[in-house]
């Protein structure tokens, strides 16, 4: 079938090659010729014909034949029943070659097509500056994780980190719709201390101090945290983070 297919596609792209061609150059003596609003019609021809031979655009030049080999069959059947043999030779090949390429025009065999809302100017915008924004936040979360452990002190083992080490937990309400902005300030209020920060919602317990982390997490609004701080300088970690809290108490229904 593909040699077929490429041979169908060469003659079609031949004929009506040299057909186009034979409009501007009449070397193919013709009645037509005298009518100059075929020059148009040729022009069609041979750009479908040049793709069809360089074997490019394939869908799109059978698409421009399309109502050309109409007006071949139709002229060779009622006005030229003698080249009918031949227009009939060229309908075959043009078929030959859009069977090949048929995957090229499935949508158009559809019944009915659900139609895609488009979409506003504002809301690509908005879409946008989210992705953006995610973007920065993504950088900071590992240009904060990257401070941190530069500036952690070394640790003295595991055993040391779980006995005698000050650990506080304290229950925060999720009040801000805006979670990544919440997240940045959060994280941002952590940096300066060593504690271990731990921030558990819905069983499950993710890093205080990485802004991805809190994404993950996502607690709905109204919903309860957990935080646990655990580490030598806890009770000012989470002295930190109710100050935070407490420091914008309005901006909750700003953003609402």
Known sequence: MKILANISRFLLGLIFAV?????FFH?????LFVSNYLLVTFALQ?????????????????????????????YGLLMNPAGFGFAFFVAILWVVVLVSVRS????IFEARVETQPVRSRAHRARL?????????????????EAIMRHTAPPSNGGANQRNG??????????????YVWSEARFVRALMPFHSDVRVAYDGKEVDGKSVLDLVTLAPPEGSTVRV???GSDAAEAMHALEELIRSH????????
């Open 19 to 23: 057909l186009g061609l034979n409009g």
């Open 27 to 31: 070397f193919i003596l013709g009645v």
């Open 46 to 74: 041979l750009i479908s014909g040049v793709l069809l031979l360089i074997n490019r655009y394939v869908p799109f030049a059978v698409t421009i034949l399309s109502p050309i080999m109409m007006n071949v069959l139709l």
């Open 104 to 107: 090229a025009f499935a949508g």
């Open 128 to 144: 946008a500056s989210a992705a953006w924004q995610l973007t920065e936040d993504k950088v900071m979360s590992r240009t904060i």
């Open 165 to 178: 080490t000050p650990e506080l937990e304290r229950e925060f309400t999720v009040k801000k719709r805006h």
């Open 228 to 230: 646990r701080a655990e």
């Open 249 to 256: 108490p309005d901006e909750n229904k700003k953003a609402a």
